[in-house]
């Protein structure tokens, strides 16, 4: 069967997501992605697009949005032309960053199946609109607009819809009326366990923004009291972020440690030298962190919301609570018995390991499979 692979993803969860799923698809593989977008192998299609608002002045920057969506639909036009020319069985459609659903979908000669790894938050969240700069709201109003059609018609466009977890199924529901099929995240076969691993620090995964929680990770390190340093590993640098979790630290008396852009083997023993991990993000559609962090034997504390109670197995792996300070440093103190964290230690690879990326491409094959017949 040939499959196009379309996307327009930076490093991050959802690019390592798909670039695990393509690997155990045993099919004809085509990759278009945008140029704002990373690869994830050596032969894709990349159609050249320029942003120019992001590194416009802010004056400038109303007009130049409305530009860039205009240039990413025309971007996505000559994709679909490429996904024409390879005259692919179906086509995998991901999220394109800007759009959300890529465009093309609407106007594709294969039946499509569109993964969802969560809905744009800017586009549907209350929170996001409640955020927004009041001086600006009324300016970006109708862009708002037209990206929430283009990605609600492009997805609409889409023969099978799949997503990561229980909750994300129930947002695409509730914002698009369409039901989705759960594909889960699988862990990297590099991610196990260490033989006699000491903790050397508490764990936070994720990027530089504050959506993370990393700084709910500083304060209940700090307001546990125990003498644990906090890394925090990121797939790029925010320098802003950086600086303002680094005061964050400075004010509760945490040595921080933040490390970017580290190989697999790298978080793989930072994972196992870990008391903890901590994965603090605002309604996260899955959380992979959490599921790496118990393959390599690190109990997790995960924020008791979106789709991350579904990463662990409750009070045997790590326990999911609410995102404050003050109950996440309950359960580092609960962890300093060892009665209680080593039994989490050891059952916490068996759990990640029903979590495999051989499993999700199957689960994924078969939606493809279903769509192309």
């Not at 129930?170 to 076969?189: D, H, K």
Request: net charge neutral.
């Amino acid at each position: 069967m040939r499959v196009a692979i379309v996307h327009n993803l930076k490093p991050g969860g959802a690019r390592r997501r798909l670039t695990a799923q393509a690997r155990y698809l045993r099919h004809e593989l085509l990759e278009v992605t945008l140029s704002t977008g990373a690869p994830i192998s050596d032969h894709a299609i990349v159609v050249p697009i320029r942003l120019r608002a992001e590194r416009a002045s802010r004056a400038l920057r109303p007009p130049l949005r409305y530009l860039d969506l205009r240039s990413v639909v025309e971007a996505w036009r000559q994709a679909g032309r490429a996904v024409a020319e390879f005259r692919p069985d179906v086509i995998f459609a991901n999220p394109c960053r800007i759009a959300g659903t890529p465009p093309m979908l609407r106007s594709a000669t294969a039946p499509t199946v569109a993964y969802c790894d969560e809905p744009m938050r800017a586009l549907y969240e209350p929170e996001a609109k409640r955020r927004a700069n009041p001086a600006t709201r009324g300016i970006y109003g109708p862009i708002h607009v037209a990206q929430r059609w283009l990605d609600r018609s492009s997805l609409a466009a889409a023969r099978l819809v799949g997503t990561n977890s229980s909750y994300t199924a129930s947002r695409i529901q509730e914002t698009y009326g369409r039901a989705a099929r759960l594909v889960p995240c699988g862990v990297e076969p590099v991610f196990t366990p260490g033989q006699g691993a000491l903790p050397l620090h508490v764990l936070s995964v994720g990027s530089l923004i504050p959506s993370k929680g990393h700084d709910l990770a500083i304060e209940a390190a700090g307001a546990s009291g125990l003498d644990w340093p906090v890394v925090i590993v990121a797939p790029s640098a925010n320098p802003q972020e950086e600086a303002r979790l680094h005061a964050v630290a400075g004010s509760r008396g945490v040595q921080l440690d933040i490390r970017i852009g580290v190989t697999d083997g790298e978080l793989r023993d930072t994972y196992r030298s870990a008391f903890a991990t901590l994965y603090l993000a605002e309604r996260e559609p899955f959380g992979l962190a959490s599921l790496e962090a118990q393959a390599c034997g690190s109990p997790a504390v995960v924020a008791a919301e979106g789709g991350l109670p579904e990463t662990i197995l409750e009070d045997t792996t790590g326990w999911a609570t609410t995102r404050s300070p003050g109950p996440v440093a309950e359960c580092l103190n609960r962890l300093m018995d060892p009665g209680v964290r080593q039994p989490m230690v050891e059952a916490a690879p068996e759990w990640a390991s029903g979590h495999s990326w051989r499993k999700s491409a199957e689960l994924l094959d078969d939606l493809l499979e279903e769509a192309a017949s």
